[in-house]
């Protein structure tokens, strides 16, 4: 059954594409036919097809558990997919399922080939990127408040404890909350380095590794950087665009993408350089 061009601008990626463009792009793909029960890709996979659902139910979980039920017509994590992104859920067919398939590839060849029509498709993407990053910063808002709600009403319970007596259960409670209003203060958060303001460490031994993730008191490195023993002495350089640091730590954690490392008090002039990196990193995720 083919599919109208008029279904197909449902979807905000093919809003305003000429019937005409649609079916060429249309006759690019091909008409795959899944069974129910099938898994289409499984999260942490990486992206590298673009799917439509045409006919049939998709189920889209995390961690075992149905999140979202897509039905037609619906693009199949477009966005992961045009960006190269890990997957985030897992896709199983809920039913007999038929889907426009192309891989990521094939379909940016589709697009140097015919521009008219890659131009709308991009401006659309643009628009659909422009509207999550909208909702996103929405939601980052209400739980940045709840965050600063929460920590003022730990701070009140904290001073409380200290007025109260010295037992063991107060002093338990004082530790707790001492540690969560530590946890949560801005400076601990961790960011990941962009490709515009490059991130990297020289080793001991003069490899050159890229810096996964970091905070004021946290690197987040490749499992090659350091000795993955817990408790381990690590020593470095940090390549920030502008200046190196030397830089010290503990190997404080292991996991399948890299280690962590704890890093060691910073003196002044380095605490300043890593508090206006991480400004600038920061400041790519605001839209101004």
Not at 84 to 97: I, M, N, Q
Not at 248 to 274: C, K
């Amino acid at each position: 059954m083919a599919v109208a061009p008029a279904a197909l601008r449902k979807i905000p990626l093919f809003a305003n594409i000429t019937d005409e463009h649609l079916k060429e792009l249309v006759a690019a793909c091909t008409t795959r036919e899944v069974p129910s029960g099938h898994e289409l890709f499984r999260a942490g996979s990486l992206s590298d097809r673009f799917l439509i659902l045409i006919e049939g139910e998709i189920s889209l979980r995390e961690a075992g558990e149905e999140r979202f039920r897509l039905k037609p017509i619906a693009p199949v994590g477009e966005l992961g997919a045009l960006a190269r992104l890990e997957r985030r859920t897992t896709a199983v067919a809920a039913t007999d399922v038929r889907l426009l398939d192309i891989s990521v590839e094939h379909l940016m060849q589709f697009f140097e080939e015919h521009g008219d029509v890659a131009f709308p498709f991009h401006y659309n993407l643009l628009r659909v990127v422009a509207d999550k990053v909208r909702r996103d910063g929405r939601r980052t808002d209400e739980m940045r408040k709840n965050l600063m709600t929460t920590q003022k009403a730990m701070k009140r319970m904290r001073d409380a404890l200290l007025e109260g007596d010295d037992t063991p259960l107060n002093k338990q409670l004082f530790d707790e909350l001492e540690t969560l209003i530590e946890q949560n203060k801005k400076g601990h958060y961790v960011v990941e380095p962009a490709e515009a303001i490059p991130t990297s460490v020289r080793l001991d031994d003069g490899r050159v590794v890229p810096v996964r993730a970091m905070s004021k008191d946290w690197l987040h490195l490749p499992a090659e950087a350091a000795n993955a023993r817990n408790g381990a002495f690590w020593s470095g350089v940090l390549m920030l665009p502008e200046q190196e640091l030397a830089v010290s730590g503990t190997v404080d954690g292991v996991d399948p993408n890299g280690v962590h490392i704890r890093l060691d008090m910073l003196i002044e002039e380095y605490n300043r350089a890593v508090e206006d990196h991480l400004t600038r990193l920061q400041m790519l995720d605001f839209v101004l």
